[in-house]
C-alpha cells in the first residue's frame, strides 16, 4: 500500500485504558508529525519527528507519548486519557529539508477517531 | 509567532459564481504558504503551494507580502469544490513543522 496508512479507523476506550495509535508511510519520507484536530479549532500540532530528531512540545500531556522506532513507522502511546481527548488524531510525513525557502509539505493519513467514554 | 486566520467558517457561492477563500497569515520572516483540501469522507490533501506558481483544479493563489494574505480564487466555482478549505504556513526551512488555520467550508450551490 502506498501513502500513509494509519490504524486503526476508529477507537474508543476508557479513561483507565492503554492503547496505541499506529501510523506507516511508505513514500520514503524522512519526517512524520501527530496532529489533534477538533472541532472548532485548528490543527494542533502534538510531535513531530524530523531528520532523525524528536521536537518535544511541551504543550501535550503526559498521557500522550509517541515512539519513532525508524522513519517508516510511528505511534502514539495513550493511557489513562480524558473525555476531552476525544477527537481525529492524524498523522502526516514529509521530506523535510534544512534547505532554507522549501517545504514540500505534508501527505496525511485518514486519521484515527478516538472516543473516550 | 507564527498564526494563520482564516476569517470565514463558511463561504456559500451559487455554482458558476467566482470564489475567494481568505487566508491571511503572521510572521516575521519569508513565509511558504499551503493550501489543504479535504472532500466529504476523505484525507487532506495538498491542493497548491505558492512556491509552486500552480493552478489546481482551476484554482490559484497569490502569496502577498504586503498584505500578509495568501487568498484562493477560482473564477467559476463547481459543485464538487464543495470541501473544506485549510490555509497553511510554514517557516523559512523545510524542516520546520506547518501552522494551520481553522478551515473555510466552502459549499456550492447548483
Known amino acids: 500500500e502506498t501513502g500513509v496508512t494509519q490504524t486503526p479507523r476508529h477507537l474508543v476506550m476508557g479513561m483507565t485504558n492503554k492503547k496505541s495509535l499506529k501510523c506507516e508511510q511508505h513514500l520514503g519520507h524522512n519526517a512524520m508529525y501527530w496532529y489533534k484536530q477538533s472541532a472548532k479549532k485548528p490543527l494542533e500540532l502534538m510531535f513531530v519527528y524530523s531528520l532523525e530528531e524528536r521536537v518535544e512540545n511541551n504543550s501535550v500531556p503526559s498521557r500522550f507519548s509517541p515512539e519513532c522506532p525508524n522513519s517508516s513507522h510511528l505511534f502514539l502511546h495513550l493511557h489513562t486519557l480524558q473525555p476531552e481527548d476525544s477527537a481525529l488524531y492524524l498523522c502526516a510525513s514529509s521530506q523535510a529539508t534544512r534547505k532554507a525557502g522549501f517545504h514540500y509539505g505534508y501527505t496525511f493519513g485518514s486519521g484515527t477517531r478516538l472516543t473516550v467514554v | ?110
Not at chain 2, 467566482?18 to 487532506?44: M, T
Not at chain 2, 483544479?57 to 464538487?80: C, I, R, V, Y
Open chain 2, 1 to 110: 509567532a507564527q498564526r494563520v486566520t482564516q476569517p470565514e467558517k463558511l463561504l456559500s457561492v451559487f455554482k458558476g459564481a467566482p470564489v475567494e477563500l481568505k487566508c491571511n497569515y503572521s510572521y516575521s520572516g519569508s513565509p511558504e504558504l499551503f493550501w489543504y483540501v479535504q472532500y466529504s469522507r476523505q484525507r487532506l490533501q495538498l491542493l497548491l503551494r505558492h512556491i509552486s506558481r500552480e493552478s489546481i483544479k482551476g484554482f490559484t493563489a497569490d502569496l502577498n507580502k504586503g498584505e500578509t494574505s495568501f487568498h484562493l480564487k477560482k473564477p467559476f466555482a463547481q459543485e464538487e469544490d464543495s470541501a473544506m478549505y485549510y490555509c497553511a504556513l510554514s517557516g523559512e526551512s523545510g524542516n520546520t513543522p506547518l501552522v494551520f488555520g481553522k478551515g473555510t467550508r466552502l459549499s456550492v450551490i447548483a
